[in-house]
């Protein structure tokens, strides 16, 4: 069972439970976010783009504070799978679950394109359905998405290969060219040090059917739904 | 009891509105400005016994929600 949390200010949370529920038939429920437990059979947590709480203060400050919070923040710290995109990565990061933080693009633009993102590793129960190098279309949408943090932190997440995901040309070249947003490293997603925490600014969700931007994101949602799956048999 | 605190980003983080404010400030034949760094300003009535645990409070509501530690420094600029 799928939990995509819904925020005041979600967009994203429909598309996130058409793409789990229609495109790859698993069990996917909307969890409003005033609910203060997550449902007995949760197995993934989903927290999906948007305007939470209308961006007031920073990205992602004030949905931290949401009822529901306590609960995923619980989920995570029990092992449980929590993805969050755009939105939902930074809220992941104001929330402590992720370090860093998604500050305002490099140009001030807000940019709405499709985006060729190259994978670091694909053993990682987000990318397992992916190869090391391959070079996935995934659109971005957001205005605030350049990926920060300081410099020891930025080596930790290097050293530990937390990163997944980094802006590339359509050849895999990870350059300043194909940096959309001014994020350090390229960086387009991250994982925690434990590996069950996923942020990434893209929207694999909105790459889940041919002819409307290609299926590149169901190799990421569908990674984390073998996960789940593979968990329940063991 | 009324407090005003300011949040500023921390020197070595790119500051690109202020950056696209300091531009405009040029277009409007204001060439003396070099820089301009944007920030936050809040104005808070709160209930204290006195200004010490006013400071206290309110250091700890910038640290925790006010501002992030990443990026950010505050200042609590008075206190009355």
Redesign the interface.
Same mark, same amino acid.
């Given at each position: 069972m799928i939990a995509v949390i819904q925020f005041p200010g979600s967009n994203d949370d429909r598309d996130m439970l058409f793409a789990m529920k229609t495109i790859l038939g698993a069990e996917a429920s909307l969890i409003w976010h005033q609910e203060t437990v997550l449902p007995a059979k949760t197995e993934i947590v989903l927290l999906p783009g948007g305007f939470s709480y209308g961006d007031y203060l920073r990205c992602g400050a004030m949905a931290r504070f949401s009822p529901v919070m306590g609960a995923v923040q619980r989920f995570a710290d029990a092992g449980g799978f929590v993805l969050g995109t755009c939105n939902g990565f930074q809220v992941l990061c104001e929330s402590g679950l992720l370090p860093g933080i998604l500050l305002r693009n490099r140009k001030l633009h807000f940019l709405c394109q499709n985006t060729a993102v190259r994978v670091e590793r694909s053993d990682t129960i987000f990318t397992s359905r992916t190869k090391p190098g391959e070079v996935l279309w995934i659109p971005i949408k957001h205005g605030e998405g350049a990926y920060y943090a300081d410099t020891k932190q930025m080596q930790r997440l290097e050293d530990n290969g937390q990163i997944l995901l980094r802006y590339c040309d359509a050849e895999g070249s990870v350059t300043e060219d194909a940096n959309p947003n001014g994020s350090l490293h390229n960086i387009a997603g991250i994982v925690n040090e434990r590996g069950n925490v996923f942020g990434l600014m893209p929207h694999p969700e909105h790459a889940v059917e041919e002819g409307i931007g290609g299926t590149d994101g169901l190799k990421i949602l569908g990674s984390l739904l073998d996960a789940a799956l593979a968990r329940r048999k063991a | 009891m009324k407090a005003t605190i300011c949040v500023t980003l921390k020197p070595d983080? $790119?500051d690109?509105?202020g950056q696209?404010i300091q531009k405009a400030c040029g277009t409007l034949g204001y060439g003396q400005v070099s820089q301009v760094r944007q920030g936050k300003f809040f104005e808070i009535d709160l209930d204290a016994p006195n200004p010490e645990a006013a400071k206290r409070l309110l250091g700890e509501i910038a640290e925790k $929600? $006010?501002s992030?530690r990443?990026?950010e420094n505050y200042r609590i600029l008075s206190i009355e």
């Open positions: - | 983080v $790119l690109p509105q696209a $929600l $006010l992030n990443i990026i």
